[in-house]
């Protein structure tokens, strides 16, 4: 074959296939209803191309393979439980050394063995990291992970503790306070998120899990969803707590010199105005900044040990912060913001001498995102140690998201760390016939591998340094991700594998590192087998009252599962942040809003929706008042529910705020952006206030019924 033959040549199904594989896409899968799908080759060379893998033509695929063959022949990085056999590939067999990165001293006379799937080691019983050397040869990292036994959530399970805790969205918290030193100025933060829990430890709880705090995007407030952070290295500023960190005097001086801004305004509304309350926040911060140089010796102390701690990871984020505010760097002629990806090529990567000369002359600036970040860090800190204090076991819990967003500082500071020109989302399943794009980038595989975790673990201590648990989003995505190609709707994607057992054993050793609980989301479409490795490293699933159900009686039927049925190795919960609330499930309001937002499947109408919820609310009263009890018509009757929920045998049940409160609407409604406040609703009261009110202490009691004493 001539080379302008070759050239245009499109390679077979079997060598296009061949690649998709040895890359980790998977091109074939089941759908929800049990209809074998296959992905076409257009979809697959889009994602090989996305993923710096070629496949257009019979050469570009052999090139591709020899790419992929050449990652990670010898991991960097060796996984394994203590006491358990680590597999060592490529590694000579004889005497070795292990070294302990942390504290005890190196073990001598171990020796690499070898059987008929080759050189292994039995693993020492101490979870932590190591460093072994084999009698001749490159030495090799292993990170051992803590058997089941030794994870917080198999004590827990083991002890048949039965812990209650809330869920809370950070920013929907709102004080009463008349101080306005005290007040949310607009949208909660970790100062509301203290109060809430030393509250809630006064009522029995001992947990509070929260939606996720990651940076956000400074200059383009707007960009408020949660789960779509700017990065998962850093946190929201915007939830800062100052008054927590520097005292109330000094932000009471500064709020004073402010005295154009109506701080009372911003916390009146039902809506978070995101624009116009951070802009004021960000006025304050600025002069508190200001006058960093006069707080006492332990403050600089602090700031100054925060800035050496974080490095060059936190100076990219700042300087990403500056730039991407500078209408000079991230705007159009015509003063449209742009996309990093859209800025001039001098802009587009940290290192160039253009970026670091623009930090140089806007050291201040820089200097101002640093210190934002500290003090968001400190506040959160504060607000952990708080709830501990006050009696909680488990004190704060984090949400870590899945992805972040391309236009983000971590894309930006870390681009050969993620997927580039897909976006990762959820194929259509019962729930969304439709599927789920969320335009978020994650973690490339590849580049995990070749940067031995490092990545990943990044992100996974940031999210656990300041709290006591961690819930971590769409745990599938560890086994697998769902991959649309830039631009594709949301089924025109495909699975790619990720490296399951490595991320689910780093996360237990992490978590095992800092003695705390780990949660992860298992929801809708699970890969088979991931169950049963959340129990092996010691992560609880979550039990979730909408999707506990069962066969029933007669064709198409379900009923609910009865309590003391649930599986216990979970977390029970009545909803969470995209489902519907109690009072919104009872009510309907999840079908009018899908109705409204045109997302009803193909062979769905909101009459058989509605007709099927009543049935659906016949079933699960009857599961929980008695096989003789109709089901009240028209309030949700919250308190059963709640109980119902907590009467079950997993150790940690968490009440949704909303539900305590009796809200009707979701903070969230998954494939809509502008046709719903999304992240923007608060709650309708001070929730610490709230607390002693009849409703709520009628759900704390129902709670407290099954769960323990206050």
């Given at each position: 074959?001539?080379?302008?033959?070759?050239?245009?040549?499109?390679?077979?199904?079997?060598?296009?296939?061949?690649?998709?594989?040895?890359?980790?896409?998977?091109?074939?899968?089941?759908?929800?209803?049990?209809?074998?799908?296959?992905?076409?080759?257009?979809?697959?060379?889009?994602?090989?191309?996305?993923?710096?893998?070629?496949?257009?033509?019979?050469?570009?695929?052999?090139?591709?393979?020899?790419?992929?063959?050449?990652?990670?022949?010898?991991?960097?990085?060796?996984?394994?439980?203590?006491?358990?056999?680590?597999?060592?590939?490529?590694?000579?067999?004889?005497?070795?050394?292990?070294?302990?990165?942390?504290?005890?001293?190196?073990?001598?006379?171990?020796?690499?063995?070898?059987?008929?799937?080759?050189?292994?080691?039995?693993?020492?019983?101490?979870?932590?990291?190591?460093?072994?050397?084999?009698?001749?040869?490159?030495?090799?990292?292993?990170?051992?992970?803590?058997?089941?036994?030794?994870?917080?959530?198999?004590?827990?399970?083991?002890?048949?503790?039965?812990?209650?805790?809330?869920?809370?969205?950070?920013?929907?918290?709102?004080?009463?306070?008349?101080?306005?030193?005290?007040?949310?100025?607009?949208?909660?933060?970790?100062?509301?998120?203290?109060?809430?829990?030393?509250?809630?430890?006064?009522?029995?709880?001992?947990?509070?899990?929260?939606?996720?705090?990651?940076?956000?995007?400074?200059?383009?407030?707007?960009?408020?969803?949660?789960?779509?952070?700017?990065?998962?290295?850093?946190?929201?500023?915007?939830?800062?707590?100052?008054?927590?960190?520097?005292?109330?005097?000094?932000?009471?001086?500064?709020?004073?010199?402010?005295?154009?801004?109506?701080?009372?305004?911003?916390?009146?509304?039902?809506?978070?105005?995101?624009?116009?309350?951070?802009?004021?926040?960000?006025?304050?911060?600025?002069?508190?900044?200001?006058?960093?140089?006069?707080?006492?010796?332990?403050?600089?102390?602090?700031?100054?040990?925060?800035?050496?701690?974080?490095?060059?990871?936190?100076?990219?984020?700042?300087?990403?912060?500056?730039?991407?505010?500078?209408?000079?760097?991230?705007?159009?002629?015509?003063?449209?913001?742009?996309?990093?990806?859209?800025?001039?090529?001098?802009?587009?990567?940290?290192?160039?001498?253009?970026?670091?000369?623009?930090?140089?002359?806007?050291?201040?600036?820089?200097?101002?995102?640093?210190?934002?970040?500290?003090?968001?860090?400190?506040?959160?800190?504060?607000?952990?140690?708080?709830?501990?204090?006050?009696?909680?076991?488990?004190?704060?819990?984090?949400?870590?998201?899945?992805?972040?967003?391309?236009?983000?500082?971590?894309?930006?500071?870390?681009?050969?760390?993620?997927?580039?020109?897909?976006?990762?989302?959820?194929?259509?399943?019962?729930?969304?016939?439709?599927?789920?794009?969320?335009?978020?980038?994650?973690?490339?595989?590849?580049?995990?591998r070749t940067h031995a975790q490092a990545p990943f673990l990044a992100v996974l201590r940031a999210s656990l340094e300041h709290v006591g648990g961690l819930r971590i989003d769409h745990i599938a995505g560890f086994e697998r991700l769902w991959v649309i190609p830039e631009g594709g709707e949301a089924a025109d994607g495909a699975y790619l594998r990720m490296p399951a057992r490595e991320l689910l054993a780093l996360t237990?050793?992490?978590?095992?590192?800092?003695?705390?609980?780990?949660?992860?989301?298992?929801?809708?479409?699970?890969?088979?087998?991931?169950?049963?490795?959340?129990?092996?490293?010691?992560?609880?699933?979550?039990?979730?009252?909408?999707?506990?159900?069962?066969?029933?009686?007669?064709?198409?039927?379900?009923?609910?599962?009865?309590?003391?049925?649930?599986?216990?190795?979970?977390?029970?919960?009545?909803?969470?942040?995209?489902?519907?609330?109690?009072?919104?499930?009872?009510?309907?309001?999840?079908?009018?809003?899908?109705?409204?937002?045109?997302?009803?499947?193909?062979?769905?109408?909101?009459?058989?929706?509605?007709?099927?919820r009543a049935e659906d609310r016949s079933q699960l009263w009857k599961c929980v008042a008695g096989p003789d009890c109709a089901a009240p018509p028209h309030r949700a009757p919250i308190p059963a529910l709640l109980g119902f929920v907590a009467a079950t045998p997993c150790p940690l049940m968490l009440a949704a705020l909303e539900d305590l409160a009796g809200e009707g609407e979701a903070p969230n409604v998954p494939g809509?952006?502008?046709?719903?406040?999304?992240?923007?609703?608060?709650?309708?009261?001070?929730?610490?206030?709230?607390?002693?009110?009849?409703?709520?202490?009628?759900?704390?009691?129902?709670?407290?019924?099954?769960?323990?004493?206050?």
């Open positions: 074959m001539r080379r302008d033959e070759e050239r245009w040549h499109v390679p077979g199904e079997g060598g296009l296939s061949a690649l998709a594989a040895q890359a980790g896409l998977q091109e074939h899968w089941v759908d929800p209803y049990g209809v074998p799908r296959r992905v076409s080759s257009d979809t697959l060379r889009s994602l090989l191309d996305s993923m710096g893998l070629p496949g257009g033509t019979a050469a570009r695929v052999r090139e591709s393979r020899a790419a992929v063959e050449s990652i990670g022949s010898r991991p960097e990085l060796l996984v394994g439980y203590a006491g358990g056999a680590v597999r060592l590939p490529g590694l000579p067999l004889g005497p070795c050394l292990l070294e302990p990165e942390e504290g005890s001293a190196p073990q001598a006379g171990l020796r690499i063995a070898c059987d008929e799937s080759g050189a292994w080691l039995r693993a020492p019983s101490q979870p932590g990291y190591y460093r072994l050397h084999p009698r001749c040869g490159e030495s090799v990292r292993l990170a051992i992970a803590p058997c089941r036994s030794e994870t917080a959530a198999s004590r827990m399970l083991a002890r048949r503790e039965r812990l209650w805790g809330v869920a809370a969205q950070i920013y929907s918290l709102r004080t009463t306070d008349e101080d306005p030193v005290k007040a949310t100025w607009g949208h909660g933060d970790f100062a509301a998120v203290r109060r809430l829990a030393q509250q809630l430890a006064r009522e029995g709880a001992d947990a509070l899990m929260l939606s996720p705090a990651h940076a956000m995007f400074s200059a383009d407030p707007a960009a408020c969803s949660p789960y779509c952070p700017s990065s998962r290295l850093f946190l929201n500023a915007a939830y800062a707590a100052p008054a927590d960190v520097l005292g109330e005097d000094a932000v009471r001086k500064a709020m004073r010199s402010l005295a154009e801004v109506d701080w009372a305004a911003l916390d009146a509304p039902r809506r978070i105005d995101w624009p116009r309350a951070c802009a004021a926040r960000m006025r304050l911060l600025r002069r508190l900044h200001h006058g960093l140089a006069g707080f006492g010796p332990h403050v600089q102390a602090d700031y100054r040990h925060f800035l050496g701690s974080r490095g060059e990871t936190l100076r990219d984020h700042a300087v990403f912060e500056c730039l991407q505010a500078d209408a000079s760097v991230a705007s159009d002629h015509q003063g449209k913001s742009l996309p990093w990806t859209q800025w001039k090529s001098c802009w587009r990567d940290p290192g160039t001498p253009e970026v670091r000369a623009y930090a140089a002359e806007h050291a201040s600036e820089v200097d101002f995102h640093c210190f934002l970040q500290w003090l968001a860090a400190a506040s959160l800190d504060q607000a952990h140690r708080a709830a501990c204090r006050a009696g909680m076991r488990i004190g704060l819990m984090a949400d870590l998201a899945v992805g972040t967003s391309p236009a983000g500082s971590q894309a930006w500071s870390q681009a050969g760390h993620l997927l580039a020109g897909v976006s990762v989302g959820a194929p259509p399943d019962i729930h969304n016939p439709l599927g789920q794009n969320w335009r978020l980038t994650a973690f490339s595989p590849q580049a995990l237990a050793l992490e978590a095992w590192r800092r003695q705390a609980l780990v949660i992860g989301e298992n929801l809708g479409t699970v890969p088979a087998g991931l169950d049963a490795a959340l129990r092996q490293n010691g992560i609880l699933g979550m039990d979730v009252l909408w999707f506990m159900q069962q066969p029933g009686l007669g064709p198409g039927r379900v009923s609910f599962t009865p309590s003391k049925r649930w599986p216990p190795h979970a977390v029970a919960m009545a909803t969470t942040h995209d489902l519907p609330t109690l009072a919104g499930w009872w009510q309907g309001v999840d079908i009018a809003q899908r109705a409204h937002a045109r997302l009803l499947g193909p062979h769905e109408t909101a009459v058989e929706l509605r007709a099927r809509t952006v502008h046709a719903f406040p999304n992240w923007r609703r608060r709650m309708p009261a001070d929730a610490v206030g709230a607390c002693a009110s009849a409703p709520w202490r009628q759900r704390f009691e129902a709670i407290r019924r099954w769960r323990g004493p206050a």
